[in-house]
């Protein structure tokens, strides 16, 4: 199983950005697909998930209306739409993978996102 992380970036306060991963190898409509981040020094935190039903579900109140999860099981992909992006969100940001009720199964590799002026 692989998981590939891509669309981080160096960007402005204020600005957007479009994070993707792909999956390879599972069953994609199984499973659960999330976003975490982590900063140098903190643990790693669950940003967002969302079911193979389509369903949004656990997203960080640090990030609710600002972050949008989707999915598009045709092309095996989760999406992270984040705007009005933060110093605070600077991170590397990871793709997860799980069966329901499980934890992460798989991880990427991670992308970093650096939010600075």
């Known amino acids: 199983v692989q998981l590939v992380e891509s669309g981080g970036a160096l960007v402005q306060p204020g600005e957007s950005l479009r994070l993707s991963c792909e999956a390879s190898?599972?069953?994609?409509?199984?499973?659960?697909m999330g976003w975490y981040r982590q900063s140098p020094g903190k643990e790693r935190e669950l940003v967002a998930e969302?079911?193979?039903?389509?369903?949004?579900?656990n997203v960080a109140d640090s990030v609710k209306d600002r972050f949008i999860i989707s999915r598009d099981d045709d092309k095996n992909k989760v999406f992270l739409q984040m705007n009005s992006l933060k110093p605070e969100d600077t991170a590397v940001y990871y793709c997860?993978?799980?069966?329901?009720?499980?934890?992460?199964?798989?991880w990427g590799q991670g992308t970093q996102v650096t939010v600075s002026l």
């Open positions: 969302i079911a193979g039903t389509g369903e949004t579900k």
């Open positions: 190898e599972i069953t994609f409509r199984w499973y659960t």
């Open positions: 997860s993978a799980r069966l329901e009720p499980l934890k992460p199964n798989y």
